[in-house]
């Protein structure tokens, strides 16, 4: 009983947390209403949205996005146990494999496409590690749909990741949510991974307020909750991180270079013996570019 009771105040303690960030993102949000308005978006290409926080959920008809850095709503909450892929070049310290911790160096790269003004699909296919050792990676494809009320766009995203170096599949339906303000963005969503090798389910619901500090520069700040799989592993966790990014204009692309500093297991709430609540030693950096051209 004792036990039971921990944990439910595990449970409960890790809600408050989410639902406390919630609340602070929201007000910082507000707080920054007064901030860059799409009468203020820089030179932008028909059928593009320039400023970042004035973006829908879903690529506009008939454009093409080719990912190849980090903070596009496509990849945003993509997680597949313990395993979040996101665009570009990272170096991710200290991750957890099956053979110990290491340090591992990688490029991922892919595209996405606009297929309606509601519909994208896309993949994250060149998925490459560098260190400890070579090797072409599992990687995501993903189909997002979303309805837009005003402000207010709700998805459903269906995703998965593909079988290439470990031969199991694992999926990660989700429902994103994104909210836009007047130079601010809030993301989030809830999202379930699922694992195919262990038959196993997890839980994860992410948080990230950007802010345009000025039509072409933004920053922010992430965080959420995870469990990773119910049952296995050390049990709940928080992220935490922060980016920056500036959006230009080249020919005919809109370009977005950004860069990412993540840690994916910052908070552990039930860590195992000999092991620490607060993990610094394993983050993750993400550079690179991604971008965004009207095709039709």
């Keep these: 009983m004792k036990c039971c009771g921990a944990r439910l105040r595990r449970a409960i303690a890790s809600t408050s947390l989410v639902l406390s960030g919630l609340h602070v993102a929201l007000a910082c949000a507000v707080l920054f209403a007064a901030g860059p308005t799409q009468a203020q978006t820089p030179d932008r290409r028909p059928g593009l949205w320039g400023v970042y926080s004035a973006r829908r959920l879903t690529m506009p008809k008939n454009s093409l996005g080719l990912i190849s850095g980090p903070l596009q ?66 990687f995501p494809v993903f189909v997002t749909y979303h309805w837009s009320f005003d402000r207010v766009d709700l998805g459903a995203k269906f995703s998965f990741l593909t079988p290439v170096e470990e031969k199991t599949w694992a999926f990660n339906p989700g429902l994103p949510v994104s909210v836009r303000f ?36 933004f920053m922010g700040a992430e965080s959420g909750v995870y469990e990773a799989a119910f049952g296995q592993g050390p049990g709940a966790s928080s992220n935490l991180g922060g980016h920056l990014g500036y959006t230009t204009v080249f020919g005919k692309q809109l370009i977005d270079f950004a860069a990412r500093f993540h840690w994916d297991d910052f908070l552990r709430y039930d860590p195992a013996a000999g092991e620490r609540a607060i993990t610094l030693g394993r983050y993750q950096v993400f550079l690179g570019a991604t971008f965004h051209s009207k095709v039709m």
Excluded: M
């Design 73 to 138: 709503s496509a990849l945003f909450g993509q997680r597949y146990g313990s395993y979040a892929p996101e665009g570009g070049v990272s170096y991710e310290g200290d991750r957890a494999r099956d053979d110990g911790a290491h340090d591992e160096l990688w490029l991922r790269g892919g595209v996405v496409f606009g297929l309606t003004p509601q519909l994208e699909a896309g993949a994250l296919f060149l998925s490459f590690r560098f260190t400890p050792d070579f090797s072409y990676s599992n």
């Design 182 to 217: 007047d130079g601010a963005r809030l993301d989030t969503g809830l999202y379930v991974p699922i694992l195919t090798g262990d038959l196993s389910a997890g839980l994860n619901l992410p948080l990230r307020i950007t802010f345009n500090l000025t039509p072409r520069w």
